[in-house]
């Protein structure tokens, strides 16, 4: 039998009753949202039906806006799949990726730095079934069907390339420039390729032979935890909904491996000149957003372009910060975390106020030591009573839910510049270590030290509309429903 976490006022004096009512004001129980324990993706009764296909379908076109569905990667798979297994191994390869970003912030700091808008929306996919919590969408490079790791942390946009001479297993054919009309190749003499230099910090083979006009410029992008991409930089006609580009300047991989799972390559959405952000800036002003699904069946998400706020279903305004301005960091989007709470108790350290990224090929939000701990002992206190668990890879606050079906749980807020709040979804609170709920931890991890750069992963993103305004170095949030 589950037990329902409920509370229940008995018959008592009218003075404890008070007592009672004004310790839930004080302590924020009327600031709790209920979870399902037992009705996630993750439960072992539930089935998984193979989809016709795992590509992404177009749902219409807006006003300036193009729409594609967004599905979990694992639903299309159609096998019997272990995902507390993978769910387990997606901990420590986010782990593997958070100090792959630690070292090329250090690296960045430590060096010396430097009209008509249309829009378009595509398919935002979990990645589950390529193994990775990441999300993906696709997109058609020289008319073919490519799915690739949406990453804001990243700004090359690649694929992997036939002849490919050392490629990881993808899901779907390699692309192939020799049968593409529209595919150029792009010269180590070119400004294009000194671009991708100032960008990655990395010129691949070009070295002396930047004059040498008929010299192909070779990439190399390492991610600094052993995953790399070594290929050719070209161009080609790539299709983000309904909107073609032409001349998009892309990585054509041809040795690449990595933390990549079964997805084509990556799209970077970072602030360099390279990112297709920038690329596509006269086009679509330097805006997109996206709504990260949920890990529930049937759940489905959007990758967004451009400004047209009618494609947002959200039902209440949307709050901005800015974007914090960083010249060693210029490739990151900052923002500056002012505040906390849990179920409306608002938190207390010294490093608020400090600058944070938001990513979203990050999976578990980090927070500096500080910080985690106050929000460690108050999420504690008011989540008190149940069964407490050994804690698990990065995560350390862990519980034994198998006996409860429904659970009240604190709402957990972020506060930033300007007043701009996150409310992180409730299914973003929690991690399901164990489909059966015998390990089940809170979805939060602690950074190693108090300087390192806090980061707000996508699993604190979920049904959230996040709107990043390169032009106006703003980045909106607003809760909504990303099932379409």
């Known amino acids: 039998m589950f037990k329902k976490a409920t509370l229940n006022l008995s018959l008592a004096p009218l003075l404890l009753v008070f007592l009672f009512l004004l310790s839930c004001v004080v302590h924020g129980v009327d600031e709790k949202k209920i979870l399902s324990v037992h ?23 807006g006003r300036e806006s193009t729409t594609l569905e967004m599905k979990h990667r694992e639903l299309c798979s159609g096998k019997t799949i272990d995902l507390g297994k993978k769910m387990r191994r997606a901990l420590v390869l986010d782990n593997i990726r958070v100090q792959s970003l630690q070292l090329k912030i250090k690296a960045m700091t430590s060096s010396t730095t430097e009209q008509s808008v249309s829009e378009t929306q595509i398919p935002l ?38 002849p490919c001479r050392s490629c990881y297993n993808q899901q779907g054919p390699l692309y192939d420039p020799s049968v593409s009309s529209s595919y150029k190749t792009v010269f180590c003499n070119s400004s294009t390729c000194q671009d991708l230099v100032a ?27 052993g995953s790399y991409t070594r290929g050719d930089l070209a161009s080609e006609s790539i299709l983000l909904g309904d909107t073609k580009l032409e001349n998009f300047v892309f990585g054509c991989g041809r040795n690449n491996k990595g933390l990549f799972g079964g997805s084509s390559g990556l799209m970077g959405l970072g602030r360099s000149s390279v990112s297709l952000v920038s690329q596509t800036l006269k086009t679509f002003n330097g805006v997109f957003s996206y709504c990260l699904p949920s890990l529930e069946d049937g759940a489905s998400g959007s990758l967004s372009f451009g400004n ?24 990151f989007y900052i923002l500056n975390l002012t505040g906390a709470s849990i179920g409306g108790v608002e938190l207390k350290s010294s490093s608020f106020g400090r600058g944070i990224l938001i990513d979203s090929g990050t999976v578990i939000t980090r927070l500096p030591p500080s910080i985690y701990k106050a929000v460690k002992i108050e999420f504690l206190k008011q989540f008190s009573g149940f069964p407490t668990a050994p804690g698990y890879s990065i995560l350390d606050t862990c519980f034994n839910l198998t006996s409860y079906e429904d659970i009240s749980i604190p709402i957990i807020k972020m506060i930033f510049q300007g007043n701009a709040e996150l409310e992180v979804d409730v299914t973003g609170v929690f991690y399901f270590v164990k489909p059966d709920a015998s390990l089940v931890c809170l979805a939060l991890a602690s950074l190693s ?36």
Not at 308 to 331: C, E, G, I, K, W
Not at 468 to 483: A, K, M
């Open 39 to 61: 009705n996630n993706i993750w439960s072992p009764k539930k089935s998984y039906e193979a989809s016709t296909s795992c590509f992404s379908r177009s749902l219409g076109k």
């Open 125 to 162: 996919t979990s990645g589950i079934k390529l193994e990775s919590l990441n999300y993906i969408v696709t997109v058609e490079l020289g008319g073919k069907n490519m799915s690739l790791i949406v990453d804001t942390g990243s700004d090359l946009t690649w694929v992997q390339c036939q």
């Open 199 to 225: 960008a990655t910090s990395n010129s691949g083979p070009c070295g002396g032979n930047n004059g040498v006009v008929k010299t192909p410029c070779e990439y190399v992008v390492s991610y600094g935890d």
């Open 308 to 331: 047209d706020s009618s494609v947002y279903t959200n039902s209440t305004s949307v709050s901005y910060t800015p974007l914090v301005q960083n010249p060693q960091l210029r490739s």
């Open 449 to 484: 030290y108090e300087n390192e750069v806090g980061i707000i992963g996508n699993y604190q993103q979920k049904n959230q509309r996040v709107i990043y305004d390169s032009t106006q170095e703003r980045l909106g949030i607003v809760g909504e429903n990303c099932r379409v």
